[in-house]
């Protein structure tokens, strides 16, 4: 049989029509990554130094003892509905955590913008974390309601110890060296920068409070080290001095822009400490925001080796206040 040429052309014409069609009808998908957040965060602002700068106050410093007021900011209270109706700060608005942007959105900031308050000051690390990297000023209430009257200091006063010295996980060897690894390898369909941190602080906010118990049981970091990645948010002189947990790598500064995050793997769970839980909250919060699995160690080393902090001067519990509260 001849072979028609002219039907063989229509043929191959019709096949890259075809083709062209369906490579144009192809929908492509936009993909928003850790470069994308990250190159958004430094270019406003929003590397983990510029944060930390002012995010916590004591109680004496915002109070009108007169009558247990807080004239200059709208205080923002995360503990839950019991919590806060055994006692709270007068003209505090109740939330949790995860509602905290919602609650900033619905009631105008004080003079001096919004404090946050939970029960110990380290839940409100992660809300003022999302607050600061939303642009709200917000700072943390330091150490909580804990150390706002004596009738709520139990949280903080149950806490302190000693647990860490004479442990055998508890040292002062030098520090081991940081790694380097890859970053976070998560992926979004958003890729606009604002509209991206957007989507990663809600992330991390529906997570909830990332911490994990530095001590009294068998799973906690002091007695099982080895299965944590462990960073410690202090000068290489304070890690020296006053022990730290077998392993842990001291990291502080943490930044994007000089790289200290790249010590960090993004697939081992990672547990950050400090002196208190407050500071290592804020940071633990930023870095689940890039994407991070990582928890801060409760109560820090305030519960591991409390007296040689006090005694050198650190930041350490110290007792609560009697400052005047509501009920109801």
Excluded at 252 to 259: A, E, L
Excluded at 275 to 298: E, H, K, P, R
Aim: with cysteine.
């Amino acid at each position: 049989m001849k072979l028609d040429w002219r039907l063989v052309l229509v043929l191959v014409m019709s096949l890259g029509l075809m083709v062209g069609c369906t490579d144009d009808d192809e929908e492509i998908v936009p993909v928003g990554t850790f470069d994308d957040v990250s190159t958004y965060m430094t270019d406003n602002g929003l590397d983990l130094p510029a944060l930390l700068i002012d995010w916590v106050i004591p109680a004496d410093l915002v109070v009108d003892a007169t009558d247990g007021s807080v004239p200059d900011y709208t205080v923002l209270d995360i503990r839950g509905v019991d919590d806060f109706a055994a006692g709270h700060i007068s003209g505090a608005i109740n939330t949790t955590l995860g509602d905290i942007l919602t609650a900033a959105e619905g009631n105008a900031a004080g003079t001096n913008g919004y404090l946050v308050v939970c029960v110990t000051g380290q839940t409100a690390g992660h809300a003022v974390m999302a607050l600061r990297l939303m642009g709200y000023e917000a700072k943390v209430l330091k150490f909580g309601f804990s150390g706002w009257n004596t009738a709520f200091e139990g949280p903080w006063a149950g806490a302190t110890g000693n647990r860490g010295m004479d442990h055998a996980n508890w040292v002062t060897t030098a520090d081991p060296g940081r790694g380097s690894y890859d970053y976070p390898a998560w992926e979004s369909t958003t890729t606009e920068g604002a509209a991206l941190l957007v989507e990663r602080v809600e992330t991390m906010l529906a997570g909830g409070f990332k911490a994990i118990l530095g001590h009294t049981d068998a799973t906690s970091v002091l007695e099982a080290p080895a299965n944590y990645q462990i960073f410690n948010f202090w000068t290489m002189d304070e890690y020296t001095t006053f022990g730290h947990f077998d392993g842990a790598v001291q990291l502080n500064p943490i930044s994007i822009t000089d790289d200290e995050i790249s010590a960090i793997d993004p697939d081992m769970q990672g547990a950050m400490y400090c002196f208190t839980g407050q500071t290592s909250s804020m940071v633990t919060a930023w870095l689940n925001v890039l994407g991070y699995d990582m928890s801060s160690i409760l109560f820090g080393v305030n519960a591991l080796n409390y007296d040689e902090l006090y005694a050198a001067g650190k930041p350490t519990w110290h007792g609560a206040a009697d400052y005047m509260y509501e009920e109801g």
